[in-house]
């Protein structure tokens, strides 16, 4: 079957860094997006990878290990504004998107 | 300015009673999808469509039902709501064309069924 795995919660505190991890069990593999998601509002796009590697982007950096079904989102000098939920979402065979239940990120002053 | 547009932003319904939410974008987008979102769960797809006049089923279709005349709009209706219906949908759209199929989400339509 398929299968996305994060933490359901994580807090961090502001100006840190914090890892997102994600393993995910997938029937076919088209990449990996991350979405953030805050609350009461619609998810919008982070990041996507397809090939393995470190995809940077600001203090947003996304990688993938498909030989591992694995993938992190680093978030570094954290904000407050970045207290929201995370997101990991595979594209299977069918370029149909997986959606985990997300990692919800408190930061902390 | 170009993006999704859902409505209505939210709504009570009683149960028994058809119901139809409204989803249009303006970016060409081939692909159109609906999903739920209930507490501590991940987005489900309800429905889908990968192009204009045609659709498919998603993980919960049961109870739903959509359509796609035209390339912009992508109403999802509910025949007869019963209250498991209550959540907040989301409406999509992505390009499918070329590699990167990024979902662009509209604002989202919180349902609830008594």
């Known amino acids: 079957g398929q299968n996305i795995d994060q933490p359901t919660e994580m807090t961090a505190t502001e100006g840190a860094i914090v890892q997102i991890n994600c393993t995910y069990q997938t029937s076919g593999f088209n990449g990996l997006f991350w979405y953030q998601q805050h609350a009461g509002e619609a998810p919008t796009f982070l990041s996507y990878?397809?090939l393995d590697g470190l995809e940077e982007k600001g203090r947003f950096s996304s990688f993938l290990s498909r030989s591992k079904g694995y993938s992190y989102l680093l978030l570094k000098e954290l904000q407050m504004k970045d207290s929201a939920s995370y997101l990991c979402a595979p594209l299977d065979s069918n370029y149909q998107l997986i959606w985990g239940a997300g990692t919800k990120l408190i930061i902390k002053p | 300015i170009a993006g999704i547009t859902q409505a209505p932003t939210s709504q009570i319904l009683a149960a028994g009673r058809r119901m139809t939410l409204r989803c249009t974008q303006d970016?060409?987008?081939?692909?159109m999808y609906w999903y739920r979102q209930d507490l501590g769960l991940g987005l489900r797809l309800i429905h889908y469509s990968n192009t204009a006049g045609t659709t498919g089923k998603g993980e919960v279709p049961d109870g739903y039902s959509v359509s796609r005349a035209n390339t912009d709009d992508f109403p999802l209706t509910l025949a007869s709501a019963v209250p498991s219906q209550t959540s907040v949908y989301f409406c999509?759209?992505?390009?499918?064309?070329?590699?990167?199929?990024?979902?662009?989400f509209g604002p989202g339509t919180r349902l609830t069924v008594l």
């Open positions: 999509a759209s992505s390009p499918r064309t070329g590699d990167t199929d990024t979902q662009y």
């Open positions: 970016m060409r987008h081939n692909a």
């Open positions: 990878n397809v």
